[in-house]
């Protein structure tokens, strides 16, 4: 089992950054993939980013590319997701979570913290 809290949101203008933060419990935490996914209003979730059990490995959006970074700390249980260049349609609650594989299907993750709200005004 493992149990999620993300900290980090806020309002920020565009063109500006965040750091989102994921605090993990548990100490099976480096074995999971971590993901970041994101939910606006009147949309579905949808997936942002992920990185394997080392952090050897990450995968994005297109529509984050080049403008975030996901990052694992695994020694403080940690995974962070720095947002760079942000713009309005980044707006939506952000919500890390921990699958077994990499996946940008949120049904294979199987843990999820509450989620933070990002708010990026024009």
């Known amino acids: 089992q493992v149990q999620l809290v993300e900290s980090g949101g806020g309002l920020v203008q565009a063109g500006g950054s965040l750091r989102l933060s994921c605090a993990a419990s548990g100490r099976t935490f480096s074995s999971y993939v971590m993901g970041w996914f994101r939910r606006s209003p009147g949309k579905e979730r949808e997936f942002v980013a992920w990185?394997?059990?080392?952090?050897?490995?990450?995968y994005y959006a297109n529509s984050v590319k080049g403008r975030f970074t996901i990052s694992r700390d695994n020694g403080k249980n940690m995974v962070y997701l720095q947002m760079n260049s942000l713009k309005p349609e980044d707006t939506a609650v952000y919500y890390c979570a921990a699958a077994s594989g990499p996946n940008t299907d949120s049904k294979a993750f199987l843990y999820w913290g509450q989620g933070t709200q990002v708010t990026v005004s024009a």
């Open positions: 990185i394997t059990w080392s952090g050897g490995s990450t």
